[in-house]
């Protein structure tokens, strides 16, 4: 099975890769990527196993959704599409990176204790969002400016003769990420950006392998030792010198540490 395939979700029309055979393992990607961004995970956990990722909604071939999202939504989406794509499946091994991770989080969290629990039988972290960090003192200064400037657009009329001030404020002031992103996906990231999982993660007593690399300046090192205490069943391996793709930048190593896990040595 090596295949590029699409399936509908209500209105969403949802582009997915799936390839390989054995046991299920769902991939999801990080915000704003795609799943052909890991290509070479997929290709290699392949090798020994069913997997399926798909482009989430508003990224890569998948359509954006008609309202914005917030955390509970994606994990919905999660379920629907592995029930229209795998019907039945269960003892899933979910990988996610980054904003799939925080995604999973929520979604082994939120199944724990619960009937459904046995859908996730393990969890891959790769550079994982889920801890919201403390701003740095140029950060709430650069938020307060921004507070400050939204008050006199909105207080003194122009957001509403100008439209585009208000969405011109919004880009100068966001991230990147935020500046590319369409009207409903900003809005989407902004639900899910500040959700902090920490008091959530003792919930998640499965085996957590959580994949980081050293000089990662979107999420922390530091949040993946954090997790690490909090979930039960964690542990840590560290790419040493990557950032937050350490599967692209040290993809040796991290193969090393996947075929580890997921049982593909020899």
Excluded at 112 to 126: F, H, N
Aim: charged residues 25%; contains cysteine.
């Amino acid at each position: 099975m090596d295949a590029e395939k699409t399936l509908t979700l209500g209105t969403m029309k949802v582009r997915y890769r799936e390839e390989g055979s054995g046991p299920l393992l769902v991939v999801l990607h990080g915000w704003g990527a795609g799943i052909d961004l890991y290509d070479g995970i997929i290709r290699q956990a392949a090798a020994g196993y069913h997997v399926i990722g798909p482009d989430l909604p508003g990224c890569g071939g998948t359509d954006e959704p008609d309202e914005p999202m917030d955390l509970d939504d994606y994990v919905s989406f999660v379920r629907r599409f592995l029930d229209a794509a795998c019907p039945g499946a269960d003892h899933v091994t979910f990988l996610g990176h980054s904003h799939g991770g925080r995604i999973l989080i929520r979604m082994a969290a939120s199944l724990a204790g619960t009937a459904e629990e046995s859908l996730i039988d393990r969890l891959i972290l790769v550079d994982s969002a889920g801890i919201v960090p403390e701003k740095t003192p140029a950060q709430k200064k650069k938020a307060a400016r921004y507070k400050r400037y939204k008050t006199l657009l909105t207080k003194t009329g122009i957001a509403k003769l100008f439209p585009g001030a208000l969405q011109a404020l919004q880009k100068k002031f966001g991230s990147a990420d935020y500046a590319a992103a369409s009207p409903v996906m900003r809005k989407c990231m902004v639900n899910v950006v500040n959700t902090d999982l920490t008091a959530e993660m003792p919930r998640i007593k499965i085996p957590v392998l959580l994949i980081w690399g050293t000089e990662d300046r979107d999420t922390p090192l530091s949040d993946g030792r954090k997790m690490e205490q909090l979930m039960p069943e964690a542990g840590l391996a560290e790419i040493p010198g990557a950032g937050h793709f350490s599967f692209l930048e040290n993809p040796y190593l991290f193969s090393r540490i996947l075929a580890s896990f997921l049982g593909l040595d020899g």
